[in-house]
């Protein structure tokens, strides 16, 4: 059996695919052919701003992306809240766990003897004279 060679173009090309998995996922979605890609690389080059829209974003573009974008949320979501509101709940809620404290330690009062008294023990001494 003779063994097939693919073309070097082929190889560049596969390797260019691999650099740009938004081509391949693109490619997956619409069911064009690869050999209309393949065409178009061939005729634009790789540098062309064609494929611009299938590189991957780079993980420090995609970070601050998505900081800012959580930024921004955080900033939305504090713009939105009643500060008044928050320190009249807490308060509430400061008194509520005062008062059930109160009545744990009320509680544990009622539980408690109110005499003790000491317990002597007597001791038997079975030599005695």
Known sequence: MGTWKLDPTVKEFKAFINKHPRLIANIRKTGRPWQEYY????????????????????????????????????????????????????????????????LINQYKRQQEPTTR??????????FRD
Do not use: C
């Open 117 to 126: 008294q000491p317990r002597t023990h007597q001791m038997f001494n079975f």
């Open 39 to 102: 065409e178009k690389w061939i005729l634009l080059g790789e540098d062309d701003e064609y494929w611009e829209q299938f590189k991957q974003p780079k993980l420090a573009e995609v970070t601050k992306g998505k900081k800012s974008e959580l930024f921004s949320q955080i900033m939305n979501l504090t713009s939105q809240i009643d500060f008044d509101k928050v320190q009249q709940q807490v308060s509430q809620l400061n008194k509520t766990l005062s008062t059930v404290q109160q």
